[in-house]
């Protein structure tokens, strides 16, 4: 005899599989494939896509993530993004990957991706890695090869390998797109520039110290 407390059951797990069947990031598709025109006339959310006859094996190929990104660069960081803009193929399947890597000392600096969670496996080395909550509260962890952490869509986040050795991870996207925005970037070397007064009151700091940020961060000669 089904009861009211079975039929409660029963909704409730419908909900969840209802709720769970929506948790994706971009958009679901409808059709095999829609391989990007990545220059299109028209403006849409994603791209149109290529006719079908036009389509080969190499628009679902990248061979970018063979070999390391070089980090001979001010943070000792290199990404390698292999989304739609690489992968045309990738249009509309909301899924993306990276690999990053980093030189001893090398930082990817707090960011957060507005459309996609990430997962990053560990191909070499170890990494000190972090996401910080609504609540700010900060989840950090180091982590190796073979190992995988998560950071939550939207999420601050950040990587450092504070070892002696490089490291090197592949992350992967749950959007063809995720965008990235650089915290300390978008704050300090916006264009055009955030009012020196926003910032100040911000952090608490003087205007002259907040030039200096600017500065720092700004495109060098
Ligand atoms: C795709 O290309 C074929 C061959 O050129 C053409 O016959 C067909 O009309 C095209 N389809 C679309 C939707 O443009
Ligand atoms: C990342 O590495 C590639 C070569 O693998 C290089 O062309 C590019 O300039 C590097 N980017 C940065 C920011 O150092």
Known sequence: MATIRDLGLVIGLMMAF????????????LQDVCVAILKPAVAVNGFPCKNITDISANNFFF??????GLTNNALGVNVTQANVNQ??????????????????????????????????????????VGFVNTDNKLFSKTIKAGEVFIFPRGLLHFQINNGKVPAAVIAGFNSQFPGTQRVADALFASSPKIDNGVLA?????????????????????
């Open 201 to 221: 009151k911000t952090f608490k700091i003087g205007t002259n110290l907040v030039e200096e940020i600017k500065f720092n961060l700004g495109p060098k000669m």
């Open 63 to 68: 061979a970018g993530l063979v070999k390391p």
């Open 87 to 128: 992968i045309p193929g990738l249009n509309t399947l909301g899924v993306s990957m990276a690999r990053i890597d980093y030189a001893p000392g090398g930082l990817n600096p707090p960011h957060v991706h507005p459309r996609a969670t990430e997962i990053v496996f560990v191909l070499t080395g170890e990494l000190n």
């Open 18 to 29: 209802f709720m769970a069947s929506i948790v994706f990031a971009d958009p679901d598709m």
